[in-house]
């Protein structure tokens, strides 16, 4: 028993004077837990071959971690960020193996070694770059969603990869780990599914996530309602800790990731309106046992393995971290993330990961890896992490102060006159909007965050200036307070309906017009406040089609008819629709609900267009009524 106080005692004393030193340093808490851990392991030889028992223990942060992460994003925002989830994600994971892959075949290595070498290092570590994330308050960024996004993907792909370890396995290296295959054997007894034929062992995995997602989403509440009326602090806590644990257990017994159904319950839960207690109560232990995990991993690196292939690994690593950053670097270029926050996404993920660990493990106990190249590739994975603290340094202190540089040559304009329009967007929508208005002597004040293209339009002497629209301090200088309407003309999605938002937030007098992009944008900014939408597409695509019903032959007269007819049905029918589309929750998908609607609805407006509306209409040659001389309402 003294023994394990003593351990206890140097890692959390080596903890306490480190990690405040290099937060004062300027060199992050992450960087501190790994420094500690080298100073207590190779250098002094404070602790040894308990470290990698505890590591596997600390590993528990990585899941509460992602069970706190599930709990900060709501199932709406993960559906939302499904394209950047798979294909951002999926290519990372899928060319960064394919390459490293081929490289391992190049330097003599078979190729189901050679595959295992580019999985293990297709993975980035989702503790440090997270907990760095949240640190320096990058979390938010561009960059940091979309690193974000790619460590999801690279969490959910660890259970394929688990599986097709197995199938790689080398015969050669059967009988030289006897001993590990032992160990794994041992392992499997503990496993729900190890003896299963392959579709019980598909059938329990669904049912147990189904099983999970309904009992996160039904039976929680009423526990920890239950808890909470007893009124004892520490009965929550243990049945925070109860939860997490549980889920990491069962997903263990069931052969999936335990972080992946930790992350899975934090979403499910995140609606939860004990979400904010579970996060309280969870949170400190968290912290300790990410900590203890850096520490086991800077106590883990064998300095007397690193003295003797010194070269080789270097330059296993240095190569490793050059080649993800160079194929980061051009999927941040495909997937159009600007600035500074390319270079972010760039350098957080350009490790190795934890995750590493457990696959090294999982590939020795199978016999898929020789011994020797796992303790090289070991070493490998810790070096790379045990750098990721200084690629953030390095974009705290260059990269980002440049950008920074670039941006403040050109601060917002200053605006020195108010409008009765405030638009912001001046791209392809929005200058028509603007024309037309000022035209008809309407005053306008024009706002755009791209600077090139307000240079743009004041060299054809349109009026604009450059600053973000979602700025308070910007929109009292416009004068928002007297202005009657606010249009959003802006192509950005997200911050369109963050804007409409705010603005009927803080000022609902204001008319707000919105441009949206398809018809789930629609409903999202209807819900947002706004008080007219309109499809940017929709108008053009009307035209188009009576352009079309022309050249076939229709009378110029009744292809209106037909447009107004149209206009009018999917007008009368939105409000059905739009219901549908709430009705469905968080997720705001189109259930099957929306579109057995959607169907019916399109039988009535293909019933209503076939009708002759002629006799419905004057037959004079004044179809349209114009308005009475004189008219003109007031614009001001």
């Known amino acids: 028993m003294t023994v394990y106080f003593v351990q206890a005692f140097i890692y959390l004393c080596a903890a306490v004077v480190m990690v405040p030193l290099a937060k004062r340093l300027g060199l992050g808490s992450v960087l501190g837990y790994l420094i500690a851990g080298v100073i207590i392991g190779p250098l002094t030889g404070l602790v040894g071959q308990e470290t990698n028992t ?36 999926g290519l990372q994971v899928g060319l960064t193996a394919g390459i490293i892959t081929g490289i391992a075949i190049l330097l003599g290595q078979s190729w189901t070694t050679a595959l295992t070498i580019g999985l293990i290092f297709s993975l980035s570590s989702t503790a440090i770059v997270l907990q760095t994330l949240n640190e320096k308050g990058l979390s938010k960024t561009e960059g940091g969603r979309s690193a974000f996004s790619v460590l999801l993907f690279q969490d959910i792909a660890v259970i394929p990869m688990l599986a097709l370890m197995p199938l790689l396995a080398l015969p050669e290296l059967k009988e030289a780990s006897a001993q590990l295959a032992a160990t794994a054997q041992q392992h499997e007894q503990l496993s729900l599914v190890a003896h299963l034929p392959r579709w019980a062992n598909a059938l329990v995995v669904l049912t147990t996530i189904v099983g999970l997602v309904c009992a996160g989403h039904f039976l929680s509440r009423p526990l920890f309602r239950y808890i909470a009326n007893t009124g004892l602090q520490e009965v929550f806590t243990a049945a925070a800790l109860m939860l997490v644990v549980g889920i990491a257990a069962l997903m263990s017994l069931i052969g999936l990731s335990p972080a992946l159904g930790a992350f899975l319950a934090g979403v499910v839960m995140a609606n939860s309106e004990f979400r904010h207690e579970l996060e309280a109560n969870i949170e400190p232990f968290k912290g300790l046992l990410l900590g203890l995990f850096f520490i086991t991993v800077g106590a883990g ?40 926050d390319r270079w972010l996404f760039t350098l957080s993920l350009a490790q190795a990961g934890e995750f590493g660990f457990v696959l090294l493990s999982y590939a020795l106990s199978h016999h898929v890896l020789p011994i020797a190249v796992a303790q090289t590739l070991s070493m490998v994975v810790a070096i790379s992490m045990f750098l990721t603290p200084a690629l953030f340094i390095f974009f705290d202190k260059v990269i980002k102060p440049r950008y920074q540089r670039n941006n403040t040559e050109r601060p917002s304009d200053t605006i020195e006159e108010t409008g009765t329009v405030i638009i912001a967007g001046i791209g392809r929508f929005g200058q028509i909007i603007n024309r037309l208005l000022v035209s008809n002597g309407v005053p306008t004040i024009v706002l755009d965050h791209q600077a090139g293209q307000v240079d743009r339009m004041r060299s054809i002497n349109i009026k604009s200036f450059y600053g973000d629209a979602s700025r308070p301090d910007l929109l009292h200088t416009a004068g928002i307070e007297k202005a009657r309407l606010f249009v959003v003309a802006i192509d950005d999605r997200a911050r369109a309906i963050d804007i409409v938002r705010h603005i009927k937030h803080r000022y609902a007098h204001i008319e707000v017009l919105a441009r949206a992009y398809d018809r789930s944008h629609h409903y999202e900014l209807q819900e ?60 705001h998908a189109f259930s099957d609900h929306y579109l057995q609607l959607f169907m019916d609805i399109e039988k009535k407006l293909l019933s209503i267009m076939q009708k002759d509306n002629l006799n419905q209409h004057s037959k004079t040659e004044r179809g349209w009524t114009p308005p009475p001389k004189g008219y003109n309402k007031d614009p001001e």
């Open 54 to 89: 505890i590591q596997h223990f600390a590993e528990f942060g990585v899941v509460m971690m992602l069970f706190l992460v599930g709990l900060e994003l709501e199932p709406s925002a993960l559906w939302q960020m499904r394209h950047r989830l798979i294909g951002l994600g």
């Open 301 to 340: 690196i064998n300095f007397a393995l690193l003295s003797q292939n010194f070269a080789i690994i270097l330059a296993l690593t240095l190569g490793l971290m050059a080649l993800k950053a160079l194929i980061l670097l051009g999927l941040a270029k495909l997937f159009k993330v600007h600035s500074s």
């Open 528 to 587: 947002a406040g706004a008080d007219f939408i309109i499809s940017e597409t929709y108008n053009s695509a009307l035209d188009m089609g009576g352009e079309a019903l022309k050249r076939l032959g229709l009378h110029a007269f009744r292809v209106e008819q037909l447009k107004n007819s149209f206009s009018t049905a999917e007008k009368h029918h939105f409000d059905d629709l739009f219901n549908s589309w709430r009705n469905e929750g968080e997720s």
